[in-house]
């Protein structure tokens, strides 16, 4: 069963940091691009961080400074680092990647983690 396991959510102080991990197993035959995605209470789901194969990295502009979003050199797991956390970074965080299976490339969510930040 292919699956996207995150960990690393909790509760921390404003200005303080986490750090997100999220690691793809089971049946793969490739990983394409990884990111990660949130949902506040009552918002929709938005984009916080991409990165591509190549390495390549783009963010959401809420968190650009703050957050760094890595892989692996296998590529197969990615990280999401976030410092200066403020109380509007509460959401539940999910990860999202692109696995090939077979032939076909299909994304993927994780179950999600929760983050708050208190003020």
């Known amino acids: 069963q292919v699956q996207l396991v995150e960990s690393g959510g909790g509760l921390m102080q404003a200005g303080g940091s986490l750090r997100l991990s999220c690691a793809a197993s089971?049946?793969?035959?490739?990983?394409?691009?990884m990111g990660w995605f949130r949902q506040a209470p009552g918002k929709q789901r938005e984009l916080v961080a991409t990165?591509?194969?190549?390495?390549?990295?783009d963010y959401a502009d809420s968190v650009k400074g703050r957050f760094t979003i890595s892989r692996t050199s296998a590529k197969d797991a990615v990280y999401l680092q976030m410092n200066s956390l403020k109380p509007e970074d509460t959401a539940v965080y999910y990860c999202?990647?692109?696995?090939?299976?077979?032939?076909?490339?299909?994304?993927?969510w994780g179950q999600g983690t929760q983050v708050i930040v208190a003020s």
């Open positions: 999202n990647a692109e696995l090939l299976r077979g032939i076909a490339w299909i994304n993927y």
């Open positions: 089971g049946s793969i035959f490739g990983i394409g691009a």
């Open positions: 990165i591509t194969r190549a390495g390549t990295s």
